[in-house]
């Protein structure tokens, strides 16, 4: 069973356009929620976190939604560029304990 | 400037072979993570350590221990394998002990179980 469900698996997006990825999760004692992104051969690197008392927060051309009564978040990229190709973890952590979703392959097309 | 430092970066093992993968970290962080990737399964906790002299179980401990020697490395060990733990495993460490900052990843190990 997993505790943090993202969508899509694949996603490819034109230059320019914005690569929406989302993640739910179930457990209401996640306190923190990072994004992480990945590019082959490499470990996780984080990009950008919230925390639940803000609805959003963005930083350069990346933006995360958060909704709370919804349990739900989600990663804007905008003008998205091929350097952002790279598969994207969205996370969240309680405790000392961090969970990963199942990852998203952004594929951005020149 | 070495961070995450984890060994081997590859191995194999036939199936009842024991090993540990290393890992130390050289920023005085508190907490450490043990996770493995898997593909369309994204990075799944093994265990963790919040503090020096403390371990947890993570998503899915079983087949694993762990060992945090000191308050720089953090030890996997596979008593067993078998050829589920074929897999990528990352270690982590995080200067927060309650989960909220930044986690620092090593590059890999990828371990291949016959």
């Known amino acids: 069973q997993q505790q943090v469900k993202q969508s899509p698996q694949s996603l490819i997006v034109q230059k320019g356009g914005i690569s929406i990825i989302n993640c739910a999760y179930e457990?209401?004692?996640?306190?923190?929620f990072p994004w992480y992104q990945q590019f082959p051969g490499k470990g996780p690197a984080l990009l950008i976190a919230i925390r639940p008392d803000v609805s959003e927060k963005k930083e350069g051309r990346f933006t995360i939604s958060f909704n709370k009564s919804a349990k739900q978040f989600s990663l804007h990229i905008m003008d998205s560029q091929p350097g952002d190709s790279a598969t994207y973890f969205c996370?969240?952590?309680?405790?000392?304990?961090?969970?990963f979703g199942s990852g998203t392959r952004l594929s951005i097309r020149p | 400037n070495a961070g995450v430092t984890q060994t081997p970066k590859f191995q194999v093992l036939k199936t009842g072979q024991s090993m540990t993968l290393q890992c130390a970290q050289d920023?005085?962080?508190?907490?450490m993570y043990w996770y493995r990737q898997d593909p369309g399964m994204g990075l799944r906790l093994i265990y963790y350590s919040a503090s020096e002299g403390t371990t947890d179980k993570g998503e899915v401990p079983n087949g694993y221990n762990v060992s945090r020697l000191n308050k720089r490395e953090f030890s996997l060990r596979l008593e067993s394998a078998a050829p589920s733990q074929t897999s990528v495993y990352f270690c982590?460490?995080?200067?927060?002990?309650?989960?909220?900052?930044?986690?620092?990843f090593g590059e890999g190990s990828r371990l291949t179980v016959l």
């Open positions: 920023m005085n962080h508190n907490s």
């Open positions: 457990n209401t004692a996640f306190d923190y």
């Open positions: 982590a460490s995080s200067p927060l002990r309650d989960g909220s900052g930044e986690l620092f």
């Open positions: 996370a969240a952590s309680s405790a000392s304990k961090i969970i």
